[in-house]
């Protein structure tokens, strides 16, 4: 063999280990759901919780929504006694009709061409409303009944002998309240003498926007944040969150933001699903991500990963359901999960072996083609 001969095979072998080089590292690197076990930190057994998913676990989850919804049936009762004892108080800006009858003198002095709107009797800035003979009455914080009564009193009182009154509200200017964020058509809504609800201030404004989250709702009451949830008032009943709106009261509705389920690990599209207005099962979430895949998830890893509850010493309860059986998918279909949940699907250990080859791949055909290139040089 002559000196140039063992010259070029001195450089393709020099060639060859440079390229493995790169593919040796990269399966330092290779994907999948490994955990090392020397990572320092807390004991994961200290911080949370491991439920397997039984069938004991779903009926104690459906017993407890049994349970909240006949708490909410009885919520539903004692809401319903709310509206009866509305009563709308006169403020600035209103704009009242006074009726009095056999005296046309009274009811309308401009004519009766104006409307009642027009014609009616305005209340001034300081609360008070001026009317003939009596001159000024303080009205402002007065039900429409209240008022007539106190005009009927001092019309009686040597002007009209047994006065027939009738007194109405023909403008509501004095309060409103105001719904913001991902309604329809956000603004201001006038409180008028028919209450105003939540679900009725949320209807007026067009409904709720496809981004909205209808679970954390905030009612700005003198001051207070109350967080309310639409989602349990429209599908569990829960009517004693409805409350009557009032002057000054903000409504906002916020974008869904993290009220999402994260599918993650050996699915087939990981994704973010929102639960802005709807509720979903493990099942469910796993369906809206095409699947697990066959080819490389572990059957017993599907993992449920749920923060734990404020002022918890636990981080996260993690739910394990084991589908080896593919019987126990039906398990997953009455599992119920929360927003923020983390759905997750492990790999096998030949799932990760196919990832470390499918990244030596690329560098092996590398080899390959140079190689062969070489090949073709020195038969040149």
């Known amino acids: 063999m002559g000196r140039g001969t063992r010259m070029k095979r001195r450089c393709r072998q020099w060639l060859l280990s440079i390229c493995f080089v790169p593919a040796i590292a990269g399966c330092a690197f290779a994907p999948g759901g490994a955990i090392p076990y020397d990572t320092a930190g807390d004991d994961i057994d200290e911080l949370v919780d491991i439920e397997p998913i039984t069938l004991g676990l779903v009926r104690a989850q459906a017993a407890e929504s049994a349970r909240q919804g006949a708490l ?41 061409d104006q409307s009642p709107e027009q014609s009616g009797n305005v209340v001034e800035p300081d609360g008070t409303l001026y009317y003939p003979y009596i001159g000024r009455i303080r009205v402002a914080g007065l039900t429409a ?19 027939q009154i009738s007194v109405r ?11 913001t964020g991902s309604v329809d058509r956000p603004g201001a809504q006038m409180i008028t ?40 008032m429209l599908q569990r009943g829960d009517f004693a969150q409805n409350r009557l709106l009032e002057d000054g009261d903000v409504l906002h509705v ?20 929102s639960m802005g207005n709807t509720r979903y099962s493990l099942t469910d979430a796993l369906s809206q ?10 059957a017993t890893g599907i993992f449920v990963i749920r923060r734990a509850p404020e002022g918890s010493q636990k981080m996260a309860t993690v739910y394990q359901l084991d589908a080896r059986n593919s019987a126990a998918l039906m398990l997953g279909t009455e599992f119920m999960l929360k927003p923020t949940d983390i759905v997750y699907v492990t790999t096998t250990a030949l799932g990760r072996w196919n990832r470390t080859i499918s990244l030596l791949l690329p560098s092996v055909g590398s080899i390959y083609d140079i190689s062969r290139t070489t090949q073709n040089v020195r038969d040149l």
């Open 72 to 112: 909410n049936d009885r919520s539903l009762t004692s809401s319903r006694s709310l509206a009866p004892d509305y009563s709308y108080r006169i403020g600035p800006g209103d704009i009242l009709s006074v009726i009095v009858y056999d005296h046309p003198e009274l009811t309308n002095p401009a004519g009766s």
């Open 145 to 163: 009944l209240e008022v007539r009564d106190e005009l009927a009193r001092r019309l009686a009182d040597g002007y009209i002998a047994s006065p």
């Open 169 to 179: 509200v023909a403008a509501f200017n004095s309060q409103k309240a105001y719904v």
């Open 193 to 232: 003498n028919v209450p105003l609800t939540i679900l009725d201030a949320v209807a007026a404004a067009g409904g709720l926007s496809d981004a909205a989250d209808w679970h954390n709702v905030v009612l700005t009451h003198r001051g207070q944040d109350i967080r309310l949830s639409v989602f349990d």
């Open 254 to 273: 916020p974008e869904v933001g993290n009220q999402k389920v994260y599918v993650l690990g050996e699915v087939i599209q990981p994704r973010a699903i």
């Open 289 to 298: 991500s095409g699947g697990i895949n066959e080819g490389s998830a572990n």
